[in-house]
Every structure is written in structure tokens, then in C-alpha cells.
């Protein structure tokens, strides 16, 4: 089953000291608005071929316990990489019998959101521009 994961709690994971690739990733499936900033240390996998490289993902973090996805709002490509992701570790790995228990999250508010609360904080948001912002994206 796939979880929400709302931005303080992604927030308090990041600055815990929990291990990023070890405890926790985080996989951003924005395609060219990911020029603007992103999530500290996240893993850029794009929707436009997510599904080419899904099963690399999947055994890249076979026995990481929690991932987590975003995109933009996390209304679209986020839950759908997810979901995605979710049936192909069923299948490549639990009915293999290997990796470890995990989770599988999606970001609330994507990455829209994390950014209005937290682009002044360097331990979680980097390459922020405040021009891509400020233009393309103000709601």
C-alpha cells in the first residue's frame, strides 16, 4: 500500500540521522521542471521514461525501508511513478522472496509545496532559483 508522506515529516527524516540511500530515498519524477531546485540529495528519474528504468530503481533500493516520490503537486506523475514502482518491486522482489520490508511514499504537496516552506534551508532544499518560482510556478 502506498502512504502520504506530508512535508514535515519528509523534513524531520532528511535533518534526522537517518542515511540517505541507506534509511531513506527519495525519487523527484519531474521532467524539465526540475531546473528551479529539488529536495537535498533527491534522485532526479523523469516520467518521461520512468518506465524504461523502473526495475534499476527497484533493485537499486531493494533494501532501502523507505522511498519516497514527488513531482511538481504530487497529483500526477509522483503517485503514478509510485505506483509503478510499488507493483514492480512486488514482483522482481517479494515474489522472489528478497528485499527487506519497505515503504513506498508519495510526497504531499510535491515539490511546490516543500519549496514554499523550506527553500531557505540548505539542509533540505538546494539549486533553489528563485526566479523559476517566483514566474513559471507562482500559483
Known amino acids: ?11 524531520t527524516i532528511i535533518k534526522s540521522d537517518k542515511v540517505p540511500l541507506k534509511d531513506y530515498f527519495i525519487v523527484d ?6 531546473r528551479g531546485g ?16 523502473v526495475d534499476a530503481l527497484v533493485e537499486r533500493t531493494k533494501n532501502v525501508p523507505l522511498v ?8 500526477v506523475r509522483g ?8 507493483q514492480t518491486r512486488h514482483i522482481l522482489h517479494t515474489s522472489a522472496g528478497e ?9 504531499r504537496g510535491g515539490f511546490q ?18 526566479e523559476v518560482w517566483a514566474s513559471e510556478w507562482a500559483f
Open 1 to 11: 500500500m502506498i502512504e502520504i508522506v506530508c512535508l514535515q515529516e519528509l523534513a
Open 29 to 34: 519524477v519531474r521532467d524539465d521542471d526540475w
Open 38 to 53: 529539488n529536495i537535498k540529495g533527491a534522485h532526479n528519474a523523469p516520467s518521461y521514461d520512468f518506465l524504461s528504468k
Open 68 to 75: 519516497v516520490f514527488h513531482c511538481t503537486l504530487s497529483q
Open 79 to 86: 503517485p503514478k511513478a509510485a505506483r509503478i514502482y510499488a
Open 99 to 107: 528485499g527487506s520490508v519497505h515503504e513506498v511514499c508519495i510526497l
Open 113 to 130: 509545496d516543500f519549496q514554499a516552506k523550506f527553500k531557505d534551508d540548505p539542509d533540505l532544499v538546494e539549486n533553489w532559483d528563485q
